[in-house]
Every structure is written in C-alpha cells, then in structure tokens.
C-alpha cells in the first residue's frame, strides 16, 4: 500500500497532506493551531505493535498519517477475526465510546504512524470547534455505513464478489488520498484478508488467480494492479 506522511518529516496538521481526510476543510488556522496542541504524535509503530486492546480504557481516537491498521477481536475459541482496516487519513478508536473500553484490538500491519486525540480533550474540541465536531460525526456516520455494507456482503455474497468488493474499497479510499486508485500496495496478507472476508487462505489466493486469468487485476505478491474496474464494479453488485 502506499503511504503518505507528512512533508519534509514536519508532523503539524497545517503541512500533513491527511488533513483533507482527517479534518474539515472549514476549520480556519487559529483553530488548526488549537488542534496542533492538543494531538499527540509519537515514533512510528513497528508491524505488530499494538495500539490497543480489547477491554482496554478508551484515551481517546487515532488518525493514521502512514502505514495500516487493523482492528479484530477474540472469539471464544481463541483465534481472531479480524473487524476492519484503517488505511491513511482514516480514524479509528471510536469503538471504545460506547462504555468506555475498546471492544477491539488495534494492530499495526506494518510500519505506521498515527496521531491521537485524547479523550479528555475531545470535548473541550468539539465545543470550541463546531466545525470538527461535526466532521467527526460524519467519519463515524461514514464507518457504520462501511460495516452495515460488509455485514450484507458477508451474508449475500460469493468469495469473488467479496474480494471484488475489498479491492474496490481500498480503490476508493486511495482516490480519497489522491493516490492512485488503480495500482497500490496491500498492508493485508492473504490469509488476513481471508479471515476478514471469512474465507479461507485457498479460497483467496485462488480468487485472485482468477481475476488474473479473466483479465480484472494484475498481482505480484502485494502489489496489485486493477485492469478492469467497472467489471469489478459489476461483479461485486452481482447478487444472483
């Protein structure tokens, strides 16, 4: 996957080409400077370091400014299943909201650099900052629509339509970046994606071999390479 940082290694808002995606654009510089102070930014997370975990005390929310994360929880056997990838510009921690504790386990999937919003200053922000407050509740407007569309996905589709439908959703949130939309870099392995889809590792690899095969992507490894969108676009809202 491609990343994006901060120019020139700087880690304010004003200079972070995320802040589009993080932010809203209406947020005037006096009160950027007022957020500057109160996000925290701290060395870059190496791949399998955690941010938190489930049942941890919610501190607050994080934004990705490079890297992957990847949400998941524990079921009763043990084995994890993953809930979610945050690319950059994204923000996630809001699962630990509701009662105070996180129902997941964050993760990075490989080198990330994140930023966080303590809870405690949340909302000292959003009453200063109206603007802000109101661009939260869109991000988390944006990813309960995001999981209602996966829980139908699950429950409806075949292994193609559910690949199709991730590499579309990757596709797009780069767009978002103003990244490419069409070649990029996977954070996720196969088997990872497998559990995410509920799929097995097999079934996966065999899907994206056939997509190579029918002309749709083109993949090395991790790097992938979509050819034929609007056929992808057809074949994840196929429901027959």
Same mark, same amino acid.
């Given at each position: 996957?491609?990343?994006?940082?901060?120019?020139? #290694?700087? %880690?304010?808002?004003?200079?972070?080409?995320?802040?589009?995606? +993080?932010?809203?654009?209406?947020?005037?510089?006096?009160?950027?400077?007022?957020?500057?102070? =109160?996000?925290?930014? #701290?060395?870059?997370?190496?791949?399998?370091?955690?941010?938190?975990? =489930? #049942?941890?005390?919610?501190?607050?929310?994080?934004?990705?400014?490079?890297?992957?994360?990847?949400?998941?929880? %524990? $079921?009763? !056997? &043990?084995?994890?299943?993953?809930?979610? /990838?945050?690319?950059?510009?994204?923000?996630?921690?809001? !699962? &630990?909201?509701?009662?105070?504790?996180?129902? $997941?386990?964050?993760?990075?999937? @490989? %080198?990330?650099?994140? +930023?966080?919003?303590?809870?405690?200053?949340? !909302?000292?922000?959003?009453?200063?900052?109206?603007?802000?407050?109101?661009?939260?509740?869109?991000?988390?407007?944006?990813?309960?629509?995001?999981?209602?569309?996966?829980?139908?996905?699950?429950?409806?589709?075949?292994? @193609?339509?559910?690949?199709?439908?991730?590499?579309?959703?990757?596709? $797009?949130?780069?767009?978002?970046?103003?990244?490419?939309?069409?070649? /990029? *870099?996977?954070?996720?392995? *196969?088997?990872?994606?497998?559990?995410?889809?509920?799929?097995? =590792?097999?079934?996966?690899?065999?899907?994206?071999? *056939?997509?190579?095969?029918?002309?749709?992507?083109?993949?090395?490894?991790? !790097?992938? %390479?979509?050819?034929? =969108?609007?056929?992808?676009?057809?074949?994840?809202?196929?429901?027959?």
């Amino acid at each position: 996957m491609s990343t994006a940082s901060c120019p020139n #290694g700087t %880690t304010s808002c004003h200079n972070c080409r995320m802040n589009p995606l +993080c932010l809203p654009l209406a947020l005037q510089d006096r009160d950027m400077n007022k957020l500057d102070q =109160v996000i925290e930014r #701290g060395k870059p997370l190496q791949r399998k370091q955690t941010v938190f975990f =489930v #049942g941890d005390n919610y501190q607050g929310v994080y934004a990705v400014r490079s890297g992957a994360i990847k949400a998941a929880i %524990t $079921n009763s !056997d &043990g084995t994890e299943q993953i809930t979610g /990838f945050y690319l950059p510009g994204e923000i996630f921690g809001w !699962d &630990g909201l509701a009662d105070g504790r996180h129902s $997941n386990t964050a993760t990075a999937l @490989e %080198t990330t650099a994140i +930023c966080s919003i303590p809870a405690e200053r949340m !909302d000292e922000l959003s009453m200063t900052l109206p603007d802000l407050r109101r661009h939260f509740m869109q991000l988390m407007s944006r990813e309960i629509a995001v999981d209602q569309q996966m829980l139908a996905l699950l429950s409806k589709s075949s292994a @193609e339509q559910r690949i199709a439908a991730l590499l579309l959703s990757i596709s $797009n949130r780069l767009a978002r970046q103003k990244l490419s939309a069409t070649r /990029f *870099r996977l954070p996720m392995s *196969r088997a990872e994606i497998g559990n995410y889809l509920g799929l097995t =590792v097999e079934t996966v690899s065999r899907v994206f071999t *056939r997509f190579q095969s029918k002309g749709l992507i083109a993949a090395d490894k991790r !790097d992938i %390479t979509l050819l034929a =969108v609007e056929q992808l676009q057809a074949l994840s809202e196929d429901n027959r």
